[in-house]
């Protein structure tokens, strides 16, 4: 006689991506696929000094979305309404305090990585934000960084970067290091893309997919060090008039220069119980 004893093991996946070097963690879980962001709260993983609330409150807002294909590791996204930017556009931004906003450029003063998996479409403006703290027209003294891309031709996109520099204190004032990945990228596909900045060689350096695509030398002879001092919002889809269009997701913000092996690109797929349940481990037991 053949018996089955069926074990299921629950194992509660909490992959949250959080160390110790988290500046600020968005991976867009808690809303319902296809629902409106309009007037709710995206959290922070790292304990909500950063939530970010959806804007405008009414328009073109931003809306969860789902991601496909299995190399994407979670199912919900932002995705930003197309059409062409203009303030009622939606994006995601931050309401911290001064203080707070000066923590975070603080923090990545010495070194940081800015991480996300983006799909863009090529609707809009040419030029367009993926996640900034930068102002468009305010005071340089206020930006800190510009992480978007720019339209190269009809159907392919550069990652594009400004950095606010504050200049080496005698002749050199610094202003603003702009600079592009090296390969042209399709729009309408998922890329991971990452940039991280080390204060302590200068360099600068563009990700896609984990493989290296561009250094760029940012010498503190000329270019002194990333701006700190400023207190603009973190924001996600828009810079200014900069609205992006597409699906953002994994947006992840770290003190300290990451490698390809610690960016947000083989992330496992939260599993529920009742998938656990589901696809349990059977085993056969026969007894004679």
Request: aromatic letters at 12%; one cysteine or more.
């Amino acid at each position: 006689m053949a018996r089955f004893l069926c074990l299921c093991v629950i194992v509660v996946s909490c992959v949250m991506q959080v160390s110790a070097d988290t500046i600020a963690y968005y991976n867009f879980e808690q809303g319902t696929i296809g629902s409106s962001m309009q007037g709710s709260v995206t959290s922070d993983n790292t304990g909500g000094i950063y939530d970010l609330s959806a804007y405008p409150t009414s328009g073109n807002y931003a809306q969860f979305g789902s991601a496909s294909g299995p190399q994407y590791p979670y199912t919900n996204q932002i995705s930003v309404q197309s059409g062409i930017a203009s303030s009622s556009d939606g994006y995601l931004s931050t309401t911290a305090s001064a203080a707070d906003l000066t923590a975070m450029t603080q923090a990545m003063a010495g070194s940081f990585t800015i991480e996300a998996w983006i799909k863009p479409t090529r609707e809009g403006t040419d030029l367009q934000s993926i996640a900034s703290v930068y102002d468009f027209g305010g005071p340089l003294a206020s930006n800190t960084l510009f992480f978007g891309l720019s339209a190269r031709n009809p159907d392919q996109y550069a990652l594009y970067i400004e950095m606010s520099m504050t200049g080496n204190g005698s002749s050199n004032l610094g202003g603003v290091a702009a600079f592009n990945n090296n390969t042209f990228l399709n729009y309408g596909v998922w890329h991971h893309v990452a940039l991280t900045w080390d204060a302590s060689t200068n360099y600068a350096q563009i990700f896609v997919d984990g493989g290296p695509q561009g250094t760029f030398d940012l010498a503190a002879s000329w270019w002194g060090s990333l701006n700190a001092s400023g207190n603009t919002q973190f924001t996600i889809g828009r810079s200014a008039s900069y609205q992006y269009t597409g699906n953002i997701d994994e947006v992840r913000l770290s003190s300290d220069v990451l490698n390809a092996d610690q960016f947000l690109l083989n992330v496992p797929e939260p599993i529920s119980a009742l998938s656990l349940l589901a696809g349990g481990l059977v085993l056969r037991l026969r007894r004679k």
